[in-house]
C-alpha cells in the first residue's frame, strides 16, 4: 500500500500532515492499548506504531500523531491509574527513541480528547497532556493536535484549549473537526461557523502561524448528507469558513485595535510596582509597604467585553 | 480578632485546618487578583495573603488555602494569558518565600474550581493545577484541596481528581461541599450520598490516608432550610455520612477482594513481557520481535465493571 | 420466528410487556420514520409497525412501545416542524385505529429520548411528550415508558420524569438502563444505585404502583466484560438494586415520617384561606384584601432538605 | 411613580411592551410564590400580580410576563408536585378573569427557564410550558416569551424554542438576553452572535413575524464592564447584531433558496400517497398494501445540511 500511496503522492504532489495509528477498534484495545491492564496488547500497540511510524516516515509525513482511543478507564474500581500511567510514559519514550533511530525528523502531536469511548481518557485537555508530559520528561518531544469537538467536550473553547497550548509553546496542528455544544457527543461535523474559525486564527496569528502542522479535516457529512456532492459541499464550506477566519483576523491585526486595548489593559504592568512585581524586585513585605502607603489600589478600567465582540463583528 | 479567636481555640481545643483570604467579592478583584490586568490590585492582594498568612501562623493554622476566586477570564478577547499566568506564578512564589521567612510550616494548598464568577479560572482542575505548578517550579510547595462540586463542574467524578492527585503525590485535604451533577453552578451542598463518601475514602485509605489537611465543610443549607436547626441536621448527615463512607471502605479493604481483583487485573505486567517493559528493558524493535513470534496478544481478561458494582453494593 | 416465541413462552412461563419495531437502523430511515421528509417511509415504518402489533398481540403482549429512533431532526435549516409533528399524530392515531381493529387490549407506550443519533427528538421528555399527546388528541391512548438515562440526557432526574407522568395519569413502565450524568450520550448502563432505585420506586408507589407495564432492562454491559458471566453479574446486581429499592421504599413508608412531612408541609392548604383558593371561591380581588388586613405573609417552615436526605440514609 | 413613569411615556413616546412583578426575591417567596407550601404566600403573590396588572394597564402596557422565579422544587422529597402545578393553574386562571375584569387587552406571556435558584423550575422549556397550558385549559390565554440562555439551560436552541412556539401558535415575545452554552448558569449577556440573530428572525419572520410582543433585553453587561460606556456597546452591539440577523434573514428569504429546499424535500408529501395519508384516507392496512407492491420506499434525498449552513455563510 505504501508503494501505491508514494506513487499517489507523486502525482498529485499532495504531502502527508502526520500518520497515525488505530488503537481503538479491535477488540483487543477494549481496555486500551498502552494503558491497558495487558502487557501483551502494550507490545501489540507498539508493534503497530513501529510500523505506521516507518510507514509515515517513508512517505515524508510532517508528522507523528498519537490520540487517546481507549487511553483511559471505564471505572476507577478496577483501574491503577499510576501503574497505566507509567506504562503510557514508557510508550511514548519508546516511541521518541525509535523515532531518532530511524531518523524521522516530524513532530510528534497528541490530541486531547476528554472522553468517548471510555469514561475518561487520560489526554482529556490540553492541561492535562501538559501535566503528563512535563511529569514524564517527554514536553519537549510532543505538541498538541487540537480539536474543536475535544475542547468543548472538556468544557473549554476551542480558543481556550489553543491559548492553553500557546503559552506553553506546544501549539502543534488543528483538527479542524467542530460540534455541538448541546450535543455530549463527539459529532465530528465540518466546521462553518465564522467566529469559530476566526477565533482559531487569532490564537494561530498571536502565537506565530504554524510552525509545525497545518489543519486536517477528519470531519464525517452528517448521516442524512448521504450523497457524493455533500462531500463537496462539506469540506469546501469548512474550508471556506477557515479562510474567512483568516482574512478576518489579518483585517483585525492590520486595524491594530483589539491588541491596542490588550497592549494597554495591562499597561500598569510596563512601569511603577508592576515593573518591578514582573523584574522579581518584590515581594509580599514590599508590596504590602506599596499598598499601605498608597491606601488603595488604582481603579482598573472595563474589561469592555462588550465593545471588543462589537469590534469582531464589525470585521465579520 | 486574632485574640479572641485564640482564647476561643484554647477554651474549646478546636484547632484550625486551614487559614484563607477572600480575593473575590470586593469590586477591586472584578478581573481578579494575582491575574488582574492591574498591578496595584496584585500588590493589594500580596498584602492580604501576607496578613492571612500570619494570622493563620498565629493560630496555629495546619495549612492556607488558596483558591480560583476570580483568577481566570471573562473573555479571551481581552486576556493576555501568558501574562497572567507568569504573575500569578509570581504571586505563588512570594508566599512560598514569605512563609520560610515566618517560619510557617503549615501545607499550601490550591482548590481547583473550574469556572464561577469568571467563565474559566486557571485553577480549573487537578490537572491544570498541577500543570502549572510543574510549569513554574512550584510543585513541590502545594498540595491539592479538592471538592466534589468543582470537580463535576470540571467535568470529573471527585474520585477522578482524588486519583490525579494522589498518583502525583498532591493529595493534600478536601472541601466537602458536593454539588448536582445536573445543575451548572456551585451549590455547595452537604455531602449525604453513601457512594460519593465510600469513592472519597476509597482513594484517601489508598493513598495512605491524610498526611495534611482533613475534612472540612463550607457548604451551605438550601435557602429554604433557614431554621437554626437545619444547620444541625446538615452537619450532622454530612458528618454521618463520611463516617458511613470511611467504615464502608474499611470493611471493603478487610475484605480484601477489590483491591485482588485490581492487582490481578494487572497481572500480566508482574513477569514476562510487562517485567520486561516496566524494567525500561524494551523498545518498539523487541516488542515487534515479541509480538510477531507470538501473533496475537493474549486475550484480556474481562474488567468486570459490573461484578464491582454489586461488589460495592454488598457493603453498602 | 413467533411460532417458537409461543413455544418458548408455553414452555418457560415468561410472558411479553411489550413489543416494538425498530425504525431508526436501516438507512432508509436516516431522515426519520413517521416524520421523515419522505412519505413511501412513513409507509414502510407504517406496515412495520402493523406487524410488530400483530406478533405483540400474538404473543400476548401485555404493551406496544413507541419510541424516538430518527423522530427528530439533524438541523433545523432542512426541516418542516409543523409537519413533521402532524404526520406522528397521524401515525399514532393510525395505530390506535389499528389496534381497535385487531383487538389487541395492550397497552400504547411513549419513550422519552431528547436526542442521539439525531439532534433533537420530538419526543424528548415527558413534559413534551405528553404535550405531544395532548394537542393531537392522543393523551388517553398512550402512557410514558421513562429510562433513567433519557432523563438525564434531557436535563431531569428519573424521579422528576416519574413524578411528571404520574401527575397526568400517564406513568406506564420503566426502561431500568441507566447512564452517567457525566457522559453526554445514552451509555444504557446497568442501574446499580440504591438511590436511583429508591428514588424510582418512591415515586412509583406513591402513584399506587404499576397498573400496566414493569421494569425492562435493556441495558448493555460494558465493553470491557465481555465475559458469558457478566450478563450474570449485571442483571443479578441490577435486580437486586431494584429490589434493595423496593424495600427501602416500603419501610419509609411503614416509618410515615417522609409522608408525615409532606402532607404537613403543605397544611395551610387544608383550611382557612388556602382552603378557599383550592376550593376555586377567592380571586385576586379576595386575596388582596385578604393579605392587606394581615399585613405580610405567615412565614413557611423550612423545607428541611438536609433532614430528609438524612431520613433516607437511615434505610440505605 | 406610575404617575411620574406616565409623564416619561408622553415625554418620551417610549411605550411599554409588557409589565410584571417579582416573586422570588424576597424571603417569603423561598419556596415559591403561587406554588409555594403556603398559601398566604400564594395570596400575597395575588396581591402583587393584581397590582402590578393594574400599573401595566395603567401605563399602556401591551402585555403581562409571568416568569418561573421559584415556582418550582429543590428537591422531590419535599414537594407535592399535583398539587403545586394545581395552584399554579389557580393562580393563572385569576390572573386571566382579572384581566377580563379590568379591561385589559394585553397579552399574557409565561417565559419559560429551567432551573436557577431553583433545581427545577415547572417552566422548564417551551413545550412544558405548552403542556401546562393545555391540561389546565390556559393554552388560549397565554403565549411564550422565549429567552436564548434559558434555551440553551434546558438543552435546547434557542431556534428550537421559537419553533415549537410557533408551531403551537404561542410564540409571543423574545427576551434577548443570551448566555454561554459551556457554562451552567443564566448568564445573561448582550446578543452579539450574528448566526444567533439570524436564527431567531428565520423562525420570527416564518412564523408571520411578531403579531403580539417583541424584543426587550434584560441582559447584563459582565461584572467586568462597570463604567458607563459599557452600557452604550451593549446595547447598541445587541440591536445592532438582531437588526443584522433581520436584513440577513431578509435577503434569505428574497433569495429563496432556502425555503424552496425545504418545500421540495416535503415534495412527496404533496401527491400520491403522501397526500393521501395527510388527507386521512389512509391507515396501517392501506400503507402495507401500498408498500408490499412497492417493494421498498422510494429514496429520500440528502439532507444536505452543510450546502445549508454554507448557503446561510453565504449571507453572514
Known amino acids: 500500500m505504501v508503494k501505491v500511496l508514494k506513487e499517489e503522492q507523486d502525482r498529485t504532489g499532495i504531502r502527508l500532515l502526520w500518520g497515525t495509528a488505530n488503537l481503538f477498534t479491535h477488540p483487543r484495545f477494549a481496555q486500551g492499548a498502552a494503558t491497558g491492564c495487558n502487557a501483551d496488547v502494550f507490545a501489540y500497540a507498539a508493534a503497530q506504531v513501529k510500523k505506521a511510524m516507518e510507514v509515515t516516515h517513508e512517505l515524508g509525513g510532517a508528522g507523528y500523531t498519537f490520540w487517546g482511543g481507549r487511553e483511559g478507564y471505564s471505572t476507577l474500581l478496577n483501574t491503577d491509574m499510576k501503574r497505566e500511567l507509567d506504562h503510557l510514559a514508557a510508550f511514548l519514550h519508546m516511541a521518541v527513541d525509535y523515532k531518532k533511530k530511524i531518523g524521522f525528523k516530524g ?71 467542530t460540534g455541538d455544544t448541546l450535543l455530549g457527543w463527539d459529532t465530528d461535523q465540518f466546521p462553518t461557523d465564522i467566529y469559530l474559525a476566526a477565533q482559531v486564527m487569532l490564537t494561530i496569528l498571536k502565537a506565530g502561524g ?107
Chains 1, 2, 3, 4 share one sequence.
Not at 125 to 147: M, P, Q, S, T, W
Open 107 to 177: 513532530q510528534f502531536y497528541i490530541e486531547p480528547k476528554p472522553k468517548e469511548p471510555t469514561k475518561h481518557q487520560y489526554d482529556s485537555d490540553a492541561a492535562a497532556c501538559l501535566n503528563f508530559l512535563r511529569e514524564y520528561g517527554l514536553i519537549d518531544h510532543f505538541k498538541l493536535n487540537l480539536e474543536t469537538n475535544h475542547a468543548t467536550l472538556a468544557g473549554h473553547t476551542m480558543q481556550h484549549e489553543l491559548e492553553v497550548a500557546a503559552v506553553a509553546g506546544r501549539l502543534g496542528s488543528i483538527d479542524a473537526n
Open 210 to 316: 504554524f510552525t509545525t502542522g497545518g489543519l486536517n479535516f477528519d470531519a464525517k457529512v452528517r448521516r442524512e448528507s448521504f450523497e457524493p456532492e455533500d462531500l463537496f459541499y462539506a469540506h469546501i464550506g469548512a474550508m471556506d469558513a477557515m479562510a474567512r477566519g483568516l482574512k478576518i483576523v489579518a483585517a483585525i491585526r492590520q486595524d491594530g485595535r483589539l491588541a491596542d486595548f490588550v497592549k494597554h489593559r495591562y499597561a500598569s504592568w510596563d512601569s511603577g510596582i508592576g515593573r518591578t512585581i514582573e523584574g522579581g524586585k518584590a515581594g509580599f513585605k514590599e508590596l504590602e509597604a506599596y499598598l499601605l502607603k498608597k491606601g488603595e489600589a488604582q481603579t482598573s478600567s472595563s474589561g469592555r467585553q462588550e465593545f471588543l465582540e462589537n469590534l469582531i463583528n464589525e470585521f465579520i
